[in-house]
Structure formats: C-alpha cells, structure tokens
C-alpha cells in the first residue's frame, strides 16, 4: 500500500519561504511521477507543480511558477516543495500525490483526478 507523508507546512508572512517534504512508502518511489496540489476553504483542489518520474522535468502552474520549485531526492524516498516570496492567496492545505502506473507521464487536470495515492495533506497559512 502505498504511502504519502507531508510535513513542513506552517505559518509564514508574505513574502516568506517553506519548503514541504512528502515521503513516500509501500513501493519502489523512483520511476513515478510526483504531483503538489492544494485546496484552499470553499474552493476546489488545484494542481501546484509536478516532477517527472525521472525528475528531468518540472511543470508548475503560472500563479507559482517563479516561486515554488518541486524536486526529489529517490535515495530518501522523498519529493520537495520550496515556497518562496509566499503570498495570502498561497494559503492552503497542500497534498502530495502520485500515480498507480509506473513510468507514466505527469499530466494532471486541474483537480488532479489523474493522480491515485494522497497524502493527508499539510497547512500552510500566510498572513499579510
């Protein structure tokens, strides 16, 4: 069974940095992509960033991009989110999310149906 553990979420100022660790378990983490995605209140899932299963590639969404970078480190199982220059609209409970089907691409719908595991999420709060 595949598992997904988020941590690093907080409270911040604008204009503050986080950065967001997922650690996977229940599977070999290589050869899957990785997927960032949050939900603010009264508003539906959004997709953040992705990275590749071969981490050769990132795709953010343009009210990131600039700000956030997504890596992954495959020896610790583990994919990464930096926020930086954090704004209020940033404000959410962030999810990491991958695949079933290995060595599949990173395509995500907005609301990131695509995607098959998720973690239980973690907060991140910025205040102005």
């Known amino acids: 069974q595949v598992q997904l553990v988020e941590s690093g979420g907080g409270l911040v100022q604008a204009g503050g940095s986080l950065r967001l660790s997922c650690a996977a378990s229940g599977r070999t983490f290589s050869g899957y992509p990785m997927g960032w995605f949050r939900q603010a209140p009264g508003k539906e899932r959004e997709f953040v960033t992705a990275?590749?299963?071969?981490?050769?590639?990132?795709y953010y969404a343009d009210s990131v991009k600039g700000r956030f970078t997504i890596s992954r480190d495959n020896a610790k199982n583990t994919v990464y989110l930096q926020m930086n220059s954090l704004k209020p609209e940033d404000t959410a409970v962030y999810y990491c999310?991958?695949?079933?089907?290995?060595?599949?691409?990173?395509?995500?719908?907005?609301?990131?149906?695509?995607?098959?595991?998720w973690g239980q999420g973690t907060q991140v709060t910025v205040s102005s």
């Open positions: 999310a991958t695949k079933a089907q290995y060595r599949s691409d990173w395509y995500s719908s907005p609301t990131g149906s695509e995607y098959d595991y």
């Open positions: 990275i590749s299963w071969s981490g050769s590639s990132a």
